[in-house]
């Protein structure tokens, strides 16, 4: 789960003792204007959950309320990377003498928490990797054990940073404490600039909450974005099913991801385009009767793939709630099934005296008459 | 991480629904299930096994070498880090949406303990004919039919399809490993793929992966010393970028974890990558048959 730049600072950053700039949230032209009134030269900050908002045009300088204003209705107007923008952050101008990277964040491969820190500040850590890699500093730490400052120290080592070298010290170790407490997946601070007057200061934060973790987070959890969905997907979400709408018109219901993502990718080799991706997997195979609900609610879908291969998830039950489902929609497109595994002769026996259809021996040859059916 | 009869299997969450049912499959096909752990119901028996408060009393009672937990993803970390303490030296984690950070402090206890952890978010290993541990159709013979090819692979419902379409093709299998669709993995396809190099078991390994992360190139890096035919199918060719295609560890940022990156790194290491499914047992079939004196030539280049 993503949060935007005010709720980071205020709910991860500022709690947890890492200094950022004075700033208000603002939603309206009038509002950012009374609030350049109070903060002085000010920075008005687009609030969407996506990196290069500079680029976009969503961060623009003020020096009087009246600037403030036009810069707010400007960015009020505008649409980032899909976002509507919706909130200003407004922030007092800073005086910069240099500009850092640091994040907390997974390493995958060594299964451990990474913190990385680097001089060049301001641009993509991806980039930041590709131009200079030896600017970045690693260090793997283990979630068991406790940091000590000489972890931080020994990083940092060599780099010149000045008097803002224990400033730093403390910010990383509490960035790592913040990442822990808070559930983490990514916590950046990017830049993490040296004023003028010698403070160290987060100009901007990313901060990712693990999905897995939400449950044991729920305070935080609200102050979330949720992820963008059709009116189809968050009718799925309602119902606990994970559905990707798509611009094809090949509907696809199969059971656990693996087999759902082949069954996409076959569509795909055949010539064909998959209306959605929609995983029945785990404990959610008893609910296909909802789940051949929402792929034909997707009005492009012109066929349909059925393919079951039952491991965990039993083909009779799932073939019983299509077999509902299908009395109750009784669909128009023409449907293609695939069934085996657990539960197979069942499952083949009900949609054969059911719905009067023979599933596919291949996976292959159900997809390639869905296909074909769809064009 | 080839699971055998003479492995003593304690099952954690053995009393839930399906911790019974599964133990119940388990059982019947030839795993030998010695104990189920619950604190709950310490002292009685289910499904004919004893129960025990704690995995360490299950071991130190009636001995266990591997552990599967059916186990909500609350309470994940602390069975797994029990059955790491408790000496277990196979753990085989079922459960999806543990928390990463549990998920990081639990391979840290593996480590630690020496356990191998299979998963999260596997569906288990089989040994056709011998035994199985986790929520795969072995006991279906149309599936699984004990012979001499291994499989690889991160789902459980494409494995299952995998393996069928190689009973029936005539190919029974010497192992299925399920290393799991989470991210952060105990058993990589690397590892897996090591383990069935050096099973005298298994003359040809199939690699069914997916879009993500960067375990199919690692793997590649090991197939290029291999002289054993493998055949790889790669999932996720049309997923859309940047959404996770359900898995966790399936997703594309960029161009890391693509499925042409994947594709091209096993091609180069002279695996053979198939379009779909039912093209694997052919190209099973083909890698069999080509000289293994010309696999070596190669291999020692």
Not at chain 1, 132 to 140: T, V
Not at chain 1, 184 to 200: H, W
Not at chain 2, 190 to 211: Q, Y
């Amino acid at each position: 789960m993503n949060f935007e730049e005010h709720a980071a600072k205020l709910l991860v950053l500022s709690v947890a003792g890492i200094p950022t700039l004075r700033g208000m949230l603002c939603s309206t032209a009038a509002e950012a204007a009374m609030a350049a009134t109070n903060i002085g030269p000010c920075v008005v900050k687009a609030q969407v959950p996506i990196g290069k908002r500079g680029k976009a045009g969503g961060i623009k300088l003020a020096r009087t309320s009246d600037e403030a204003r036009k810069a707010a209705e400007q960015i009020l107007l505008m649409s980032i990377g899909g976002y509507t923008v919706e909130r200003l952050l407004l922030e007092e101008q800073a005086q910069i003498a240099r500009e850092f990277y640091a994040a907390v964040l997974h390493d995958v491969v060594a299964r451990r928490p990474l913190v990385l820190f680097s001089t060049e500040g301001g641009m993509d850590i991806e980039e930041i990797a590709a131009a200079k890699p030896a600017a970045i500093r690693r260090l793997l730490l283990d979630v068991d054990s406790k940091p000590n400052a000489s972890d931080f120290a020994g990083m940092l080592k060599g780099l010149d940073l000045g008097p803002a070298e224990n400033q730093i010290m403390q910010i990383l170790e509490r960035l790592y404490t913040a990442y822990r407490k808070y559930d983490g997946e990514l916590l950046e601070i990017n830049p993490l600039a040296v004023l003028v007057d010698g403070r160290v200061i987060a100009l901007d934060c990313k901060f990712v909450l693990d999905d897995a973790a939400i449950y044991r987070q729920p305070e935080l959890a609200k102050a979330g974005v949720p992820g963008s969905m059709t009116a189809l997907e968050q009718r799925g979400a309602e119902n606990g099913l994970k559905l990707i709408q798509l611009d094809g018109n090949v509907g696809v219901l199969a059971n656990g991801a693996g087999l759902t993502m082949t069954t996409m990718d076959v569509i795909r080799h055949y010539g064909g385009k998959p209306a959605n991706f929609l995983e029945i997997g785990g404990e959610a195979y008893t609910k296909s009767e909802i789940a051949l609900d929402l792929v034909l609610s997707n009005p492009g879908v012109k066929s349909l793939v059925i393919n079951f291969c039952g491991a965990f998830a039993r083909t009779d039950v799932m073939a019983e709630g299509v077999v509902r489902a299908w009395h109750k929609l009784a669909p128009r497109v023409p449907v293609f099934f695939s069934i085996h595994g657990t539960g197979e002769n069942e499952a083949v026996a009900l949609v054969r005296n059911e719905l009067g259809i023979e599933p596919y021996d291949f996976m292959e040859d159900a997809i390639q008459a869905a296909v074909k059916a769809a064009q | 991480m080839i699971v055998r009869k003479k492995d003593r299997v304690v099952v954690l969450g053995i009393t839930g629904k399906q911790g019974t049912f599964w133990s119940e499959k388990m059982m019947a096909y030839g795993t030998d299930v010695v104990a189920g752990v619950n604190p709950k119901r310490a002292g009685e028996t289910h499904v004919g096994v004893p129960i025990f408060a704690t995995t360490a009393e299950a071991v130190a009672k009636v001995g266990g070498d591997v552990a599967v937990m059916f186990i909500p993803p609350a309470m994940a970390k602390d069975a797994a880090v029990s059955a790491a303490e408790a000496g277990i030296k196979l753990l085989v984690v079922l459960t999806e949406h543990i928390p990463a950070q549990d998920v990081m402090a639990m391979h840290g206890a593996a480590a630690r303990h020496g356990t191998r952890i299979v998963g999260p978010n596997t569906a288990g290993l089989v040994t056709p004919g011998e035994c199985f541990v986790g929520i795969m159709p072995a006991f279906v013979p149309s599936v699984f039919k004990a012979g001499r090819i291994g499989v690889i692979s991160r789902s459980g419902s494409l494995g299952t399809l995998i393996c069928l379409n190689l009973t029936r093709a005539g190919l029974g299998q010497s192992a299925f490993i399920g290393i799991g669709g989470d991210p952060m993995l105990g058993t990589t396809t690397r590892d897996a793929l090591e383990a069935l190099d050096k099973d005298s078991g298994t003359d040809a390994v199939v690699v069914v992966g997916e879009i993500g992360g960067g375990m199919e190139e690692d793997a590649a890096t090991y197939a290029k010393k291999m002289t054993k035919p493998i055949v790889a199918f790669i999932a996720g060719s049309a997923a859309p970028l940047g959404k996770k295609m359900g898995h966790a560890g399936a997703i594309v940022t960029g161009s890391a974890g693509s499925y042409a990156s994947k594709r091209q790194a096993l091609e180069a290491a002279r695996v053979t990558v198939a379009d779909t499914p039912s093209e694997i047992a052919g190209a099973v079939f083909v890698g069999l048959k080509s000289s293994r004196a010309d696999n070596k030539l190669v291999a020692n280049q």
